[in-house]
């Protein structure tokens, strides 16, 4: 079955400007996170979803980030006034849910490539 | 303090060779832990759990030692192909949220 993915791959993009990268992950998977990894770095939690319960926005590492999640499956990661410190790889996970948590394995899609210049 | 630490390597070992990797976490009340393996500019992929008895899965052991905070990854007779970076994974007590380390390197010569 097909896996977790991001589009785009690559986004090359100016200093200022807003970019929108997007998750579509497994299906029937109620559980998905973001996060961002820069260069030789580990990863860095950015948001969670579980189902319509509220996300946990806790890792958004300022106001100009945002995400959604429509429908309980596509979602979306959005950067404002994007700054070069935003450049790194955005990984987007999903994890079944049972039994009142989430399942042992994240499965990741490819990744969004940022580079602010 | 970081919720994971591991020491970022690289460890430089030959075909055939045994090497292990630790990983230290934080908070006491993290439940559940694992092992994670990127491949250079890839995604991470599930490698094992880690389960308080310990684990094998063929010539991957993994521990568990809640008293000193602590998990470890022992890798046998290492393949060129187990050159990667090792990510130690903890999931907190909501189980909900994961925390990643840095992550370990291995490169593995002929």
């Known amino acids: 079955g097909a896996g977790v993915s991001q589009s785009p791959s690559n986004k090359v993009t100016e200093k200022g400007k807003d970019v929108e990268l997007r998750c579509d992950p497994i299906?029937?998977?109620?559980?998905l996170y973001w996060y961002r990894q820069s260069l030789g770095q580990g990863l860095e939690f950015l948001i969670y979803?579980?189902?319509?319960?509220?996300?946990?926005k806790s890792g958004l590492p300022s106001d100009r980030f945002s995400a959604e999640r429509t429908g309980g499956s596509v979602s979306t990661l959005t950067i404002q006034r994007t700054q070069q410190e935003d450049s790194a790889v955005y990984l987007c996970?999903?994890?079944?849910?049972?039994?009142?948590?989430?399942?042992?394995?994240?499965?990741f899609g490819p990744g969004t490539r940022l580079t602010v210049t | 303090r970081k919720e994971v630490e591991q020491d970022p390597g690289p460890f430089n070992v030959p075909e055939g060779a045994t090497v292990a990797f630790n990983c230290t976490y934080s908070?006491?009340?993290?439940?559940?832990f694992f092992w994670y393996r990127q491949d250079c500019r890839k995604e991470p992929k599930l490698l094992m759990s880690?389960?308080?008895s310990g684990n094998e899965d063929g010539r991957f052991t993994a521990q568990l030692n809640r008293a000193s905070q602590y998990i470890s990854l022992l890798i046998r007779d290492s393949k060129l192909s187990d050159s990667a970076t090792y990510l130690c994974?903890?999931?907190?007590?909501?189980?909900?949220?994961?925390?990643f380390g840095s992550g370990t390197k291995l490169n593995v010569k002929p």
């Open positions: 880690v389960y308080s």
């Open positions: 979803f579980q189902g319509n319960s509220a996300p946990d």
């Open positions: 299906s029937g998977h109620t559980a």
């Open positions: 996970a999903s994890s079944y849910w049972t039994s009142g948590r989430a399942g042992p394995e994240q499965y």
């Open positions: 994974v903890v999931n907190k007590d909501n189980f909900n949220k994961f925390y």
């Open positions: 908070n006491s009340a993290s439940q559940s």
